[in-house]
């Protein structure tokens, strides 16, 4: 059964940044690609950043271009979202994903397989 940890929550002021970990464990699994969503209260999971496993193709967000870099670590099947000059908006709560199979709509949550529990990222003014 493969298991999806994030880590690197937090609180931070408007302008700051915030480095968000994810680790895949567990079993055999294809490791095809990893991506962040997240989710503030009343709204939909949303679509943040998704790096390509074998190659490292990455894809982001208009919300996200340009303040955010996602990266992965191979040898530990770790993903790493590094998040800068955050606004309050940014506020939610983000989930990794992991998926095991090509699928062109990668921006939708049914993409992916397997899910972390979650971490809060909260940006104050």
């Known amino acids: 059964q493969v298991q999806l940890v994030e880590s690197g929550g937090g609180l931070v002021q408007a302008g700051g940044s915030l480095s968000l970990s994810c680790t895949a464990s567990?079993?055999?699994?294809?490791?095809?690609?990893m991506a962040w969503f997240r989710q503030a209260p009343g709204k939909e999971r949303e679509f943040v950043s998704r790096?390509?496993?074998?190659?490292?193709?990455?894809y982001y967000s208009d919300s996200v271009k340009g303040r955010s870099t996602i990266s992965r670590d191979n040898a530990k099947n770790t993903m790493y979202l590094q998040m800068n000059d955050l606004k309050p908006e940014d506020t939610a709560v983000y989930y990794c994903a992991l998926a095991t199979r090509v699928d062109s709509y990668y921006q939708r949550p049914g993409a992916y397989e397997y899910w972390g529990q979650g971490t809060q990222v909260t940006v104050s003014l």
């Open positions: 567990g079993g055999a699994f294809n490791l095809y690609a």
């Open positions: 790096i390509a496993w074998r190659n490292a193709i990455t």
